[in-house]
């Protein structure tokens, strides 16, 4: 069992090694210092996970994938940030169903990744603007629902959409979708920290990970499209 865990590391560079080392230590002192709770810890040392392993281009990231979310709806629910929880629910959880039928379809099994694939400027186009008109649908619905920083609620379901959408597309459009959706996670748990909410630090601390991570990803997929290129799977 050891040695399959071992071995399962063996493409893990020294910087991933550290980074997830390193980060999930962070995220359980920050915790304890805090005063977070397990569910915070939980969903930050998971999203790590899920995170790291989709900027490896693993599928392995769909199966953690879905405890993380569980968990950030949990702690979305306990702030009242409706927005987040339907996300989660209507958006996140079905996306990342289509996604993970797509990833296992498209792997590059000499490497263990998946295949990245090129998408047209029209669907990139389609895909952009469509989330600028459905800004006002999600505004709107979550009004309803008195959600906290509305506009900022907002602004997290567009970019979190597009950003499961072209990872279940597999394009590294995802990751700068995802640097984009970590900027105004950030944002959101930002403001009622500064206004005295000091325990939400804990949760601060995984958006903060998540953001350093991704821009990782951004640079680890344009590496492996290179080299998927050169052997003609892209």
């Given amino acids: 069992m050891l040695k399959k865990i071992k071995n399962y590391f063996n493409d893990w560079t020294k910087f991933e090694l550290s980074f997830l080392t390193i980060g999930i230590l962070i995220a359980i002192v920050s915790s304890i210092i805090f005063n977070g709770t397990i569910i915070d810890t939980l969903y930050t040392s998971s999203y790590l996970v899920t995170a790291l392993l989709m900027s490896k281009g693993k599928v392995e990231c769909y199966f953690v994938g879905f405890v993380s979310v569980f968990f950030y709806g949990i ?35 000499e490497d263990d990744v998946v ?43 567009v970019t979190s959409v597009l950003a499961s959408y072209f990872e279940a597309r597999r394009s590294e459009w995802s990751l700068f979708c995802y640097v984009a959706n970590d900027i ?44 998927q290129k050169e052997k003609n799977l892209v």
Avoid: C
């Fill in 75 to 109: 702690v979305s629910f306990q702030q009242a940030y409706y927005g987040e929880l339907l996300i989660t629910i209507f958006l996140t959880f079905p996306i990342m169903i289509i996604g993970i039928i797509s990833w296992l379809r498209h792997q590059d099994k």
């Fill in 115 to 157: 295949i990245i694939s090129s998408l047209s400027k029209k669907e990139i186009i389609l895909a952009l603007a469509s989330q600028l008109i459905l800004f006002w649908i999600y505004y709107f619905i979550l009004k309803i629902f008195k959600t906290d920083l509305l506009i900022i609620s907002s602004l997290s379901v």
């Fill in 184 to 227: 105004v996670i950030i944002t959101l748990w930002l403001i009622p920290i500064i206004s005295g909410q000091t325990e939400l630090i804990s949760v601060l601390v995984g958006p903060l990970l998540l953001l350093v991570n991704d821009i990782y990803g951004s640079y680890n997929w344009r590496k492996l499209k290179r080299q």
